[in-house]
Every structure is written in structure tokens, then in C-alpha cells.
């Protein structure tokens, strides 16, 4: 019986090591893209990251002034 306890156990911190792992290689992957993105834009328009959070805030208060009208 504490075999089978074990092999479960076993099993189970597996499964939730392997998922973890999915989950951080994810999201490095878009932290990473987002670094770039913003990398980008700062080359080639000259946007620095205020700059660009302020248009993002902009176009989320357009759309919900759309929304809400």
C-alpha cells in the first residue's frame, strides 16, 4: 500500500514539475518578445516606454469610451 502511496506521489510531483516548467518557458518567451517589441520601437520610432504605455493607455480609454457611450 505505501508503494502505491509512493509511485502516486511520485507520479503526481512529475506531472506538476513538467507543467511548471511549460509555464515558465512560456512566459519567458514572452517577456522576451515584449523586450524586443519595445526594443524595436524604441530604434525605430523613438518611443520610450512612458511614451508607449501612454498610447496604450490612450487607445484602452478610446475603446472604452466607445463602449460606454
Known amino acids: 500500500m505505501e508503494l502505491l502511496i509512493l509511485l502516486a506521489a511520485i507520479i503526481v510531483t512529475i506531472a506538476a514539475f513538467t507543467i511548471l516548467v511549460r509555464v515558465m518557458r512560456v512566459t519567458v518567451r514572452v517577456a522576451l518578445a515584449i523586450a524586443i517589441l519595445l526594443l524595436l520601437f524604441q ?24 463602449l460606454t457611450r
Do not use: D
Open 43 to 66: 530604434l525605430a520610432f523613438g518611443l520610450g516606454p512612458g511614451e508607449l504605455w501612454g498610447y496604450i493607455r490612450g487607445f484602452w480609454n478610446y475603446l472604452w469610451g466607445l
